[in-house]
């Protein structure tokens, strides 16, 4: 239960009580300001708490916004004040603080009665509060949400009170609250081909009591049966594939919007929405490929390209935003001051063509379409999974992904290269947990660290060095005869990777270090399960690249809720991407004859997820972390 406290003796005839308490708040009404203080202690520790004035007028939902959205410690409009329990102690000081100059006219008796002051009733309260809250370095922000059109003010007087009022009766509130339930940014499928129904199944889904938790859950074992009629490999089964990938994406775009409209946000949540997304995705490439493979074609190798692919397109995404932090009053390009916060400092040519072309109509879909978002790509997935074949569909995705990787990391390394702030130890922080280094590249990276101490290196040494080990990886995966060139180029590798992140990642390129280690050591497990003769190495390895890449995949919404990697202790456990590469070279090495690689691949991906999964479980489900949602706009 959580509480809020009027401030003052309501308004005849107000709404407002009536309003909190279908907000879920046990309500109660203070006389004065040591009434105030008095309730505010009377509240169990672990309660939200809310302070409203009780000549609040406007909206329901504007009191939502500000009073239950779960990922904000303090939040405010107008007249209505709420805290998390672990803001309280700062509440507390904000209204000890706001209590002597809480002097304010009282609630009259009714909408147009006389007002009066006294000390000892601190209508303002609320507000006062906020203002102190601001002021004390120890608290936290206080969110301010945007109402739009919606109203939340704090009338002085009678006509004022009939003008808000009237306000209040211009607007369609739930119209509004439905409108707020979408993305403010999204591709152009699921805007006009999703979204417009989605959003009325979302607030069907809130009046039944349903939770964004379990209408993920719906979404993902949506795509498993997908996934499993494609594994039919018939014509139907691939036909009712399409369809109910279809229907696991609407549900998927449902989730948030039950989110966003009922303002139900979780940490949890949050964990599930992420690495859902990718479980059904890949889940669906592996039904694909068995669908594929009851027809007599092979095309695992397509599969796991499509999922390496699509993965190492989401490190270049994560390890860009990441990277993009800037010390405040660092120099751009274009000699103005950065911020601190990611995307700031960005006036070079590349920002500026970019920012025109988005607000050139037709430009800004065009734009979005082809860098194939999670919409475009599952109804691309659908369409030509019901009407074609699976190496058909794995082809078109592969060139697809292909297209839009290289124009995305084309335009951000031409904003890098025109960029000259300086970035912030978080950011150099954050890449170098997204590298994911193990022991054997933390032993290299140490020794190269003491070697060098004091001396500079080049801007672009990380970056190249990286490059250089990661190709020379993957060429000998691909094409060095059998004998034990693989393991040599994966120790080569392991030094290189070593001396790449043996200083902090702060160059203007670093943020390709962590895309070009996943690409090596996915591909690499690619290339040697593909060259094998060993039945069943294919699917063995692309269920080693996923254990893999759900690593990683935690790893970066472990970074954006602000909790930092997982614990270093089962980053080399794990070996570390470079301990990986060794140890899956080796495997090939040592067992070229029978079913030994497989076995081998298979094992290593079993003690992976376990030693992963296990983990992660326990984090999410025990974590405090702040929940994390997109709401600038889809992902890819």
Request: hydrophobic share 50%; charged share 15%.
């Amino acid at each position: 239960m959580s509480t809020a406290i009027l401030t003052g003796p309501p308004v005849a005839g107000s709404p407002l009580e009536g309003g909190l308490r279908s907000l879920g708040f046990d309500v109660r009404v203070a006389e004065d300001a040591t009434g105030v203080e008095a309730a505010l202690a009377a509240v169990p520790a672990g309660e939200l708490v809310a302070l409203v004035d009780p000549r609040f007028v406007g909206h329901t939902h504007s009191l939502r916004l500000a009073l239950t959205d779960p990922r904000f410690p303090a939040a405010a409009v107008p007249g209505a004040l709420a805290v998390q329990p672990g803001a309280r102690a700062a509440l507390a000081r904000a209204v000890s603080a706001a209590v002597p100059t809480a002097a304010a006219p009282s609630a009259p008796a009714a909408a147009g009665g006389t007002a009066h002051t006294t000390a000892r009733e601190p209508a303002g309260l609320p507000d006062r509060a906020v203002a102190a809250l601001e002021e004390d370095g120890r608290a936290p922000a206080v969110h301010r949400p945007e109402l739009g059109a919606l109203v939340a003010e704090v009338p002085a007087d009678g006509a004022e009170r009939a003008e808000a009022e009237r306000a209040v009766a211009a607007v369609d509130e739930e119209r509004v609250r439905l409108r707020s339930a979408v993305k403010s940014r999204d591709g152009f499928f699921t805007t006009f081909l999703v979204s417009p129904y989605s959003r009325y199944l979302a607030r069907w889904c809130a009046r039944r009591g349903l939770t964004p938790n379990q209408v993920t859950t719906a979404s993902l074992l949506t795509a498993l049966v997908a996934a499993a009629c494609a594994a039919t490999g018939t014509r139907g089964g691939f036909a009712a594939a399409g369809v109910l990938l279809i229907a696991s994406f609407v549900l998927d775009c449902t989730d948030g919007q039950l989110a966003r409209y009922a303002l139900k946000y979780s940490t949890l949540g949050a964990w599930l929405d992420a690495t859902f997304d990718r479980a059904k995705e890949y889940a669906y490439y592996a039904g694909l490929a068995l669908g594929a493979a009851r027809g007599g074609d092979d095309v695992w190798a397509l599969a796991l390209g499509a999922m390496v692919l699509q993965t190492c397109r989401h490190v270049v995404d994560f390890s860009f935003n990441e990277a993009d932090h800037y010390e405040k009053g660092s120099a751009g390009g274009d000699g103005k001051q950065h911020t601190g916060e990611p995307g700031t400092g960005n006036a070079n040519p590349a920002a500026a063509l970019s920012g025109r072309l988005d607000r050139v109509g037709w430009t800004v879909w065009a734009r979005r379409m082809i860098v194939l978002p999670i919409g475009e790509r599952w109804a691309l997935i659908a369409v030509l999974t019901a009407f074609t074949t699976p190496r058909t569909t794995f082809t078109v995705l592969l060139a697809g992904c292909a297209f839009a990787a290289c124009y995305t990391t084309a335009g951000r390394v031409l904003r890098s290269l025109t960029r000259k702030g300086v970035r912030t130890d978080r950011a150099a922080r954050a890449l170098a947990e997204l590298a994911d280094s193990g022991p054997l590249a933390e032993g290299v990276a140490r020794a190269a660290a003491s070697r060098t101490r004091g001396s500079r290196s080049s801007a672009f040494a990380a970056p190249a060095l990286a490059l250089l080990g990661s190709a020379a990886l993957v060429a000998a995966a691909l094409w060095a005869p059998a004998g034990p060139w693989p393991p040599a180029a994966a120790l080569g590798y392991a030094v290189l990777s070593g001396l790449a992140v043996a200083r902090p990642l702060t160059g203007a390129l670093d943020w390709l270090v962590p895309p070009l280690f996943r690409a090596a050591e996915y591909t690499t497990v690619l290339a040697l399960a593909a060259r094998s003769d060993a039945d069943g190495a294919l699917p063995a390895a692309f269920g080693l690249v996923a254990a893999v890449a759900y690593h990683h995949y935690d790893t970066v919404y472990r970074i954006r809720g602000g909790t930092g990697a997982p614990p270093h202790r089962l980053v080399r456990a794990i070996g570390g991407h470079e301990g990986r590469a060794v140890a899956v070279t080796a495997a090939a090495v040592l067992w070229t004859a029978g079913q030994g690689f497989t076995i081998a691949l298979t094992a290593l991906a079993g003690a992976l997820a376990l030693t992963v999964l296990t983990e992660s479980v326990r984090f999410w489900v025990s974590s405090h972390a702040p929940a994390v949602h997109d709401e600038t706009g889809e992902p890819a």
